[in-house]
């Protein structure tokens, strides 16, 4: 393939789906185009995000197809839809099956605002992360981006970045810090990685 097709799954604010978007328009992504967005939240600013930069966003909502298997059916429709070879999760906040998973082997990654294997795993998102962080009273935290697979946050480790937790640092704070020093340079690169993976026939 000459570009890897990505989708990005989303639940909120979307700056890690910005700093993918800014990615590719300065070519730190090359290998890799960002084809579709989809939401399992209707309100996510992150939908405004992507029609912003003229990308294809959908809004999928489990609680109209009411069970999480139809809610993956419709997912994996939509990256069948578009072609999709690679799956990013970016703030996406829901667990996906094993089926799910199995599917889309080394094909799915996801970024996670600590150093896994810390804070991480069921119950351990957004700013859940940061007072986890700060209530054992850490020094240093960071973000990791792994393969996804069936255990949560459990997939072979791509990217670590690690952060400096400061005197005085709320949840917002460090949540804040660890995004701009970490998580928004370690996704685009993991994501330019196994992108040119993919164009290389690799898995
Ligand atoms: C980010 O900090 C991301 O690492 C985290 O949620 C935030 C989403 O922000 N994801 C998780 O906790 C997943 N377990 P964003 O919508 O602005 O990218």
Request: proline share 2%; charged share 20%; aromatic share 6%.
């Amino acid at each position: 393939m000459l570009k890897a097709k990505i989708a990005v799954l989303v639940s909120g604010g979307g700056t890690n789906l910005q700093a993918l978007i800014d990615a590719q328009n300065s070519g730190v992504i090359k290998s890799g185009e960002i084809k579709l967005v989809i939401s399992n939240n209707a309100d996510a600013y992150a939908l405004t995000r992507a029609e912003n930069a003229g990308i294809k966003a959908i809004y999928i909502s489990i609680k109209e197809l009411k069970t999480q298997e139809a809610f993956e059916s419709a997912v994996i429709a939509a990256l069948e839809e578009n072609g999709i070879d690679l799956i990013v999760l970016a703030g996406f906040m829901s667990i996906l099956s094993a089926d799910f998973t199995s599917r889309y082997d080394h094909r799915i990654i996801n970024v996670h605002p600590s150093l896994i294997p810390s804070f991480c795993g069921q119950g351990y998102y957004g700013l859940r992360v940061h007072e986890a962080a700060l209530k054992k009273g850490v020094k240093v935290t960071g973000a990791t981006v792994h393969f996804v697979n069936e255990i949560p946050d459990g997939g072979e480790i791509i990217a670590q970045k690690a952060v400096e937790v400061m005197d005085g640092d709320t949840p917002e704070t460090l949540q804040r810090r660890v995004m701009e020093q970490a998580e928004w340079i370690i996704l685009p690169q993991s994501a330019e990685k196994i992108s040119e993976n993919l164009c290389r026939g690799g898995s």
